[in-house]
């Protein structure tokens, strides 16, 4: 059974490129009818926090990426515990001392000498005697994984074929000195066990991967398949890692992108099928392959999710959108008109507001002196309320034939005269919703 997750660490706001992840995670197990799993990977007390917990889960659901359950690391210590213990028993695990500014000064003399920066692995030639003294001198050591020196390869979803040396790679450290355990073997332990089939991340956990792979494979566990996405930049290309912090979901709800819209251009973006608006989750589920995305770069215009959105709530019903329509100030009796007229001529939902109070208000007349007169006459001309569909036919004609005016001349100042803006709604359909609000009052 296909089973899949997304494990977000609780240290921020989840953004764009997170969402990546976690929509590519979800499609492939609902696609299969499998599971999906939502991960919180917490085992850095410090840094995990509860609020963001939260946040990721209000985030999610804003989306509608409902997850089957939840999984948190830091319940599962004692299960990493005993992943640990195997290793030691097994000779792959080994303490190891060295400052970080000895690992430093290692690397850099690697570097000078045109070598790779590979941990040298002087620990392994400690003797208990010299570990005991370490210990007293600098408290507990490191852990690290000791990788057998082959080739790593595996078959990536998007990728491709790879491979990778692990002699190139530094044997990671699994467990702080200070005993915490992180992500990398907590990772493994939890896929292993949850039996998970399928991790998709971004390209960023390339050489986890490889390390994990032999961990896994240490531990007796099967390999999921993996598929690692590109990273996300600007529209320029520029690096996005940095702007990040302001593309947290959060924010783009506030902007009033729709889940909609998001899902969209995510599912899609970077892949070699066309971004098209979707209309449900089904759709996405069945519109969606993870071989199709492609290795370099994705750009990633915010911009972009503005037109989706604006599409996307053109496509809907009132009664999707009665709460905003209703919150925007609109009395139920007009919402029907009033969402026929605007759902043209919004962008998002918070534009609501502004065509409501121009319907209540009336707008700020704007009037060319060389046309006053004309609006005097077409003013006097304005048929008895309660206005309707017809009403702006009748009108104009009748404005037409008593100042001689017609096409743009005579439709543009009226235009202008009663919204105050040069384009807009179908005057025909926005009238009766202008003469409404002022024949109540
Ligand atoms: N907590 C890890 C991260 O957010 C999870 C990576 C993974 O999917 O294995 O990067």
Redesign the pocket.
């Known amino acids: 059974m296909t089973t899949t997750?997304?494990?977000?660490?609780p240290t921020g706001f989840i953004h764009v490129g997170?969402l990546r992840?976690a929509l590519m995670n979800y499609l492939i197990a609902r696609k299969a009818g499998g599971t999906f799993i939502l991960r919180i990977?917490d085992t850095d007390p410090e840094r995990s926090k509860e609020e963001y917990v939260d946040a990721i889960k209000q985030d999610l659901e804003w989306l509608g990426l409902h997850w089957d359950r939840v999984e948190r690391q830091s319940e599962r210590l004692d299960r990493y515990a005993e992943a640990a213990d195997k290793l030691r028993e097994m000779g792959r695990f080994y303490e190891a001392f060295e400052t970080p500014t000895e690992l430093d000064l290692k690397r850099k003399k690697q570097l000078n000498m045109g070598k790779p920066p590979v941990y040298d692995r002087a620990a392994l030639n400690l003797s208990e005697t010299e570990k005991e003294a370490l210990r007293a001198e600098r408290g507990n050591g490191v852990w690290r994984f000791k990788l057998d020196h082959e080739r790593i390869e595996w078959t990536d979803s998007i990728l491709g074929d790879i491979s990778i040396d692990a002699a190139s790679v530094s044997d990671p450290v699994l467990i702080r000195g200070d005993g915490q355990v992180l992500?990398t073997i907590a990772?493994v332990v939890d896929d292993t066990e949850m039996g998970v089939t399928d991790?998709v991340?971004?390209s960023d956990?390339v050489t986890?991967t490889a390390t994990q792979i032999q961990i896994i494979e240490a531990l007796g566990g099967k390999c999921p398949r993996f598929a690692h996405h590109s990273l996300l930049t600007g529209p320029q290309g520029e690096a996005l890692s940095k702007r990040l912090g302001t593309l947290a979901l959060r924010d783009l709800r506030e902007q009033g992108v729709q889940p909609m819209a998001l899902l969209s251009l995510m599912a899609r973006l970077g892949s070699s099928d066309p971004v098209e608006l979707r209309s449900d989750m089904a759709e996405l589920i069945d519109g969606f392959d993870v071989s199709r995305f492609g290795a370099a770069p994705t750009k990633f215009d915010v911009q972009d999710l503005f037109p989706l959105t604006a599409k996307h709530l053109q496509s809907l019903p009132l009664a999707d959108v009665a709460d905003a329509v209703s919150k925007a100030g609109v009395p139920d009796e007009l919402a029907e008109d009033f969402w026929a007229m605007a759902r043209e001529n919004i962008t998002t939902l918070g534009d609501l507001k502004g065509w409501w109070e121009l319907c209540r208000d009336g707008a700020e007349p704007l009037i060319a002196d060389e046309d006053r007169e004309f609006i005097a006459e077409a003013v006097a001309l304005l048929p008895e309320v309660p206005f309707d569909a017809e009403t702006w036919g009748t009108w104009t004609k009748a404005v037409k034939e008593a100042t001689g005016r017609k096409g743009k001349a005579l439709f543009m100042p009226l235009r202008k005269a009663l919204t105050g803006m040069e384009r807009g709604p179908e005057m025909a359909t926005l009238l009766p919703l202008l003469q409404v609000i002022r024949a109540r009052g």
Do not use: E, L, Q
């Open positions: 997750r997304f494990a977000p660490s997170n992840t990977d992500y990772s991790v991340r971004g956990h986890n």
